[in-house]
């Protein structure tokens, strides 16, 4: 017997079309990827080395509950220096599997059955079938996309109720790429505040800003650092989706809760994983990356750009992440049957916006950041299929 919040919930739809794309490749098809976030680019090869080294050296039994000492050293030293939070490495920090595994974290030490949680709509796709899982309840509230899609403290406040307990935000947006600014922030911590709220806040593309635009994290805010969790991490901006490797900060009895639940579930993060994540948080590591973060946001604005163009299509830069939002309400499609042909037609996958959220039928979701040669390719095949619509 399957249980029933299993049943319940929808698979991931980021998930399953870019696993759908993988098999077509296998059956010998020449399907370009535009659907999970995946970047082009492999694992910075210093990054690789340091975690091979581990392996063969033995360092591959499992830590600390909250992770290697190392590894808390030099989030907490990236956190100061990159981020300007005042935090600590033995109270503030811990050693994730990865922002999801992060937020199972802070929503098993946060919320209890019945429970609801607000959410934005559109949103990451995991985020209300996670809360579902763990017995809460996702509270959707759109966003204003006339405002860059951020809240609007009025509509943020109305959906306040006395089962309310978190607030889970994401910036650098996943789907739609905003950047939240001081103001944009504010409103959401005054919400939580007066409300006695916790802010959940996913910030694993905030290395990744464009246009001279710097991440801010919630947790600076005043009144914010003893009721919000940051969630952070490698997998995207570093190219290591496959280490399952990030981190969170957050109070010290936050981090508690959490690495209390990690070590019945999970026990903790990969060893030789945290020892090359540390490196990769290293500044020399850091400012390396700065040619890549550089190339990918040409890509994006390459990819924005080209589809601009087209009479049916509307779409602008992205704040910061690696995605175009691309408005195709103009086609008379739903996304669902815009990607379903797209990828069935013209051998491009992405990914449709109503698994985003129900007001989010009219999108689609394209990452930009596959090779210059994939982004070429995919745009004239996506400015095919619009052409012979």
């Not at 998930?15 to 759908?20: E, G, Q, R, S, T």
């Not at 059956?27 to 090869?45: I, T, W």
């Not at 992770?67 to 990159?82: D, F, N, Q, S, T």
């Not at 490698?234 to 809760?257: D, L, Q, V």
Request: glycine residues 8%; contains cysteine; hydrophobic residues 40%.
């Amino acid at each position: 017997m399957i249980s029933r919040r299993n049943a319940k919930i929808p698979q991931s739809a980021t998930v399953a079309i870019a696993d759908l794309a993988s098999s077509m490749r296998r059956a010998g098809e020449e399907v370009v990827d535009f659907s999970a976030g995946r970047a082009a680019e492999h694992s910075p090869d210093v990054v690789n080395q340091v975690a091979m080294e581990a392996m063969r050296t033995g360092r591959t039994h499992q830590t600390e509950a909250k992770g290697l000492p190392e590894y808390l050293e030099a989030i907490a030293a990236k956190l100061r220096i990159v981020n300007r939070l005042d935090v600590d490495a033995e109270r503030n920090v811990m050693a994730t599997l990865g922002c999801k595994q992060g937020l199972v974290l802070s929503l098993l030490s946060t919320i209890d059955i019945g429970d609801e949680v607000i959410i934005e709509e559109p949103c990451f796709v995991s985020y209300g079938p996670t809360i579902e899982l763990f017995g809460g309840i996702p509270v959707v509230v759109q966003t204003d996309r006339d405002n860059r899609f951020c809240w609007n403290e009025a509509d943020l406040e109305s959906a306040v109720t006395e089962r309310t307990k978190a607030i889970l935000m994401c910036s650098p947006h996943n789907p739609a790429g905003t950047v939240h600014t001081a103001d944009d922030l504010q409103a959401i911590a005054d919400v939580a505040i007066r409300n006695d709220l916790t802010v959940i806040s996913d910030e694993i593309y905030e290395a990744v800003a464009w246009g001279g635009r710097k991440h801010l994290p919630i947790y600076s805010l005043p009144g914010m650092e003893s009721r919000s969790i940051g969630l952070m991490g490698m997998t995207k901006t570093y190219s290591m989706g496959g280490w399952r490797i990030g981190y969170a900060y957050s109070s010290p009895e936050r981090i508690g809760a959490m690495t209390k639940v990690q070590q019945h579930l999970m026990t903790c993060a990969s060893s030789f994983g945290q020892l090359g994540a540390a490196k990769a948080l290293q500044p020399e590591v850091i400012e390396s990356m700065h040619d890549v973060w550089e190339d990918w946001e040409s890509r994006c604005r390459f990819v924005t750009d080209e589809l601009d163009k087209h009479d049916a299509l509307s779409v602008s830069m992205p704040e910061g992440g690696f995605y175009a939002w691309v408005d195709i309400s103009r086609t008379n499609l739903s996304s669902t049957e815009f990607c379903t042909r797209l990828v069935k037609e013209h051998k491009v996958a992405a990914v449709p916006g109503a698994a985003f959220g129900e007001s989010s039928d009219g999108f689609v979701r394209i990452t930009c950041v596959r090779s210059w040669d994939e982004v070429h390719k995919g745009v004239a095949r996506v400015i095919e299929f619009v052409d012979h619509l």
